[in-house]
């Protein structure tokens, strides 16, 4: 996984009043779990653009005033009406401790299924991982070259290095479909 930068200052208030005002100030107010103690902090809004707003998933490295933590955002909260974010939790990694994240899938090749008139499908976007953070790649490509119409891949069917796919093993994350035209083909008879 790839690691991000962010800057971050303490947060002594906690209560309602204290984070609408931090809110007023285009700031979001955030919590570390996971460390010795619970940890809160705000970040400029804007500095979460690289983050949140991607599939991705990243080391964030926080430094708040001075403090260095390496963690991954595990929760974020949006305003139900405007999608301003309102609230990320972070929780804190070690270099040496495994974790489970969801990585997106990227698909590679083209599927005899689609050539024969199907259609491909991606059934989960997502595909959750478990490994050390040095370890865990950007995204999982999966090749559908083989992959023919009425044919899918699953979960427990993908293969890792130095890590190891918790997905359920009877998750379909891609399928080729049949299309409308290739079933009217396959019950028109035969010219004669």
């Known amino acids: 996984m790839e690691s991000i930068e962010l800057k971050a200052a303490l947060r002594k208030e906690t209560g309602k009043k204290a984070l609408k005002a931090i809110r ?21 809004e804007s500095d979460f653009r690289g983050i949140i707003y991607t599939p991705f998933v990243f080391v964030v490295n926080l430094d708040i ?22 609230h990320v939790d972070f ?24 050539r024969e008139g199907g259609k491909l499908s991606i059934e989960s976007r997502r595909v959750a ?16 070259t083989s992959v023919g119409i009425g044919k899918f891949i699953r979960a427990g069917e993908l293969t890792a290095k130095n890590y190891t ?3 359920p ?22 010219a004669k």
């Open 129 to 144: 991982v478990k490994g050390l953070t040095k370890d865990i790649p950007n995204e999982i490509e999966i090749d559908v």
């Open 165 to 167: 796919v918790v997905s």
């Open 65 to 86: 005033d001075g403090q260095k933590h390496q963690a991954l955002v595990k929760e974020k909260q949006f305003h139900p009406v405007t999608d301003k974010l309102l």
């Open 24 to 44: 007023a100030q285009d700031l979001v107010p955030c919590v570390l779990y996971g460390g010795k103690e619970n940890v809160h902090f705000n970040v400029a």
């Open 91 to 114: 929780f804190e990694v070690t270099a040496d401790k495994p974790v489970v994240v969801e990585i997106p899938v990227k698909v590679v090749g083209s599927s005899i299924g689609v």
């Open 169 to 190: 093993k009877e998750k379909r994350i891609v399928a080729v479909r049949t299309t409308r035209a290739v079933a009217v083909a396959e019950t028109a008879e035969p």
